[in-house]
């Protein structure tokens, strides 16, 4: 027996986890060298101390309440905070199991270090808000407005949490001075603009801009750094107007430098990551383009009348088509986009067709048919093959002319090559895509790690506890009869080592349930209702599901599960409900899974995504699915996870 309890210390004490054992005081009991190397306090020290003392969440009320608690759950599944002898904090999930001993309660708890978790999940929560915003910017820069720029500016600045960003066109004077000749820009709340400042609104770059900065830019490099970082000349300017950390990145027209996009931080000294320089980076190319754009339009706007009208509607490329004879007029701006020799082609209306891709074809005749004789709105984007072969997108947008009896005489409208849009577009998909991709492998980590622990839980310390359960009873059976002490200590060791055993039940259970392994996600949900209704007598749950489901993927099926398991463990703590329904069933090709309760809810003007519902909302998006629910009055609370039933081909590393 000796042994077998130096081989429980043994395992306990080469986990990787912190573990502890707590009174009801909250006193430290016991812990193994895992919560000795992660806190940096000693053994005796940790000894000393209560679970208050490394908590920096907890005090004694709270305590107090956590174990009142514990008996109506059992094992208990949370996240909450440490900290170090030396003050850090950093945060861990903890598993908890309540059992008795000697007459006595204790806790144990096992702690886990998720400081990496947390920070792959900004990391990834930054990126996907980096695409976001990106996307955002593009789709503002397309809008034919005179606030597209303002508008892309702001979702940039949200993007990157700067306190400052701004866009300035520069100009080459006749003595070579370079100049802003126009600005824009967007400040954070109490963040002071920079170029209301006299000298940014027309005065000379050499004069209130360091020299270095203009080279650096000229050769199409960013300039950036900490203001501690930068030589004396750049810390005087920008201590000036009170900047730590500045990225300015340069904007290229045609070919030729003709401005710059930065970002000021106010507020801290800060190292510009890598995906911000990327970010802005893009931004700039899209504003060269963009920028470009908006030089050509002005320049056509001064152009003869019928050039100017068609650029007042397309602002790129016109054309004019007549219905009479068939002609049809291109700006020299259509035949570059068109690919074509404005000598040779023939520019007729059947010409245009033979320009559309053979595909898009019919669905373009359509567009001018449905716009010509019907009063339909002709927008439309589309494929067309230069006589090289290769394929540019396009958007055509135009307008029927109609004569004083209202018969459509022709059209007139523009065209605007938008394959780099497209393109964008086809990048930022792909983008989120990539996090998608790393979502579902960051699940399959965690789901992997929950169903190893699980299975070391009770592989290794199930069996060791039934072993000492057997060895037990043995000595009680040989020797008990002779001494009513050891019978005494013997039967405490049994129900201690029962406790134990159950509480590695318990806690395998919420890690990594084994009947959703053994028997599948029908039966993995009817167990979890069926426990949930033994724990909570007081509630009533029916539960309806179809006698049988596809065969899902094993994300799928833990996201089902574990939207079932979050559901009811919060209406047990928050909905004071006396009724739940849970129910599975097909909706055309989705599998859709719903609770509802009629407790309590929640008010709707103050609904936010709390971190279970942010989570189930994760895990359905990364399997092309999604989580929705709502609160009716303030009475009872509905939520549903939607999946769909052919999910799509996932990457082979995911």
């Not at 000697?102 to 947390?118: K, M, N, P, V």
Request: charge should be negative.
């Amino acid at each position: 027996m000796q042994q077998e309890l130096q081989l429980t210390q043994a395992a306990v004490e080469q986990m990787h986890d912190s573990l502890f054992l707590l009174g009801k005081d909250g006193c430290i009991r016991s812990v193994n060298r895992a919560a000795i190397r992660n806190l940096g306090y000693t053994r005796q020290e940790l000894l000393q101390m209560r679970v208050m003392d490394i908590n920096p969440d907890a005090d004694k009320t709270l305590w107090m309440k956590h174990w009142e608690r514990m008996p109506q759950i059992g094992s208990w599944t949370f996240e909450t905070h440490h900290r170090r002898k030396g003050g850090e904090i950093f945060p861990v999930e903890v598993i908890s199991s309540r059992f008795w001993y000697g007459g006595r309660e204790y806790l144990l708890s096992i702690a886990r270090d998720i400081s990496q978790h947390r920070k792959t999940e900004a990391l990834l929560e930054r990126r996907l808000q980096y695409v976001t915003r990106l996307s955002a910017f593009s789709r503002g820069l397309l809008q034919p407005s005179p606030d597209a720029i303002p508008c892309a500016l702001k979702h940039l600045l949200e993007a990157t949490v700067a306190s400052r960003v701004y866009l300035a066109q520069v100009g080459d004077t006749p003595d070579q001075v370079v100049s802003i000749a126009s600005s824009h820009e967007q400040c954070a709340p109490a963040v002071e603009p920079r170029f209301k400042e006299p000298e940014f609104q027309s005065g000379s770059l050499q004069v209130s801009s360091p020299q270095r900065w203009l080279r650096v830019l000229r050769q199409n490099q960013p300039v950036l750094g900490l203001v501690d970082d930068l030589p004396a000349e750049e810390q005087a300017c920008l201590l000036e107007r009170g900047v730590l950390s500045i990225l300015i990145m340069p904007i290229w027209i045609d070919k030729k430098w003709g401005g710059y996009i930065g970002l000021d931080d106010v507020w801290n000294k800060r190292d510009w990551l890598d995906g911000e320089v990327d970010v802005l980076r893009t931004a700039a190319e899209m504003l060269g383009v963009y920028l470009s754009h908006e030089k050509a339009e002005t320049t056509l706007r001064n152009s003869e009348q019928r050039l100017s009208e068609a650029q007042r509607i397309a602002h790129i490329g016109s054309w004019e088509w007549c219905l009479h004879d068939n002609s049809l007029v291109w700006s020299d701006e259509t035949y570059r986009i068109f690919g074509v020799d404005p000598d040779r082609f023939v520019t007729s209306y059947e010409g245009f067709l033979e320009c559309v891709a053979p595909d898009d074809r019919e669905r373009v005749r359509a567009a001018v048919d449905a716009a010509l004789w019907e009063g339909a709105v002709y927008s439309i984007d589309h494929r067309i093959q230069h006589p090289d072969g290769s394929m540019r997108e396009v958007h055509e947008q135009g307008e029927v002319i109609f004569d004083g009896s209202n018969n459509p005489l022709g059209m007139r409208g523009s065209v605007q090559d938008v394959t780099r849009q497209k393109e964008t577009e086809q990048q930022l998909q792909q983008l989120l895509k990539q996090n998608q991709r790393l979502h579902r492998r960051s699940m399959r980590i965690q789901e992997d790690d929950r169903k190893r622990l699980a299975h070391e839980l009770h592989d290794e310390m199930g069996q060791l506890l039934s072993a000492i359960k057997m060895d037990v009873a043995y000595i009680q059976k040989k020797w008990g009869h002779n001494s009513t002490e050891l019978a005494s200590v013997t039967a405490d060791i049994q129900d201690i080592v029962f406790q134990g055993i159950q509480g590695i039940r318990e806690i395998t259970q919420r890690l990594r349930p084994p009947m959703l392994d053994q028997f599948g996600l029908l039966d993995a949900i009817q167990e979890l209702v069926d426990k949930w209704r033994q724990r909570n007598r007081d509630t009533k749950i029916s539960l309806s599901m179809v006698d049988e489901i596809p065969r899902l993927s094993d994300l799928q099926e833990i996201s089902l599960y574990r939207c079932v398991q979050e559901g009811l463990t919060n209406i047990s703590r928050h909905a004071q409900a006396d009724y739940v329904t849970v129910s599975l069933r097909f909706e055309d090709e989705w599998l859709v899974l719903a609770l509802e309760d009629n407790g309590r809810g929640m008010d709707p003007a103050s609904t936010h995504d709390g971190l279970g519902l942010y989570g189930l909302k994760q895990r359905a998006e990364a399997v092309g699915g999604a989580v929705c629910c709502r609160s009716v009055g303030g009475q009872g609370f509905w939520l549903s996870m939607v999946l769909p039933l052919a999910p799509a081909k996932l990457d082979g590393n995911d």
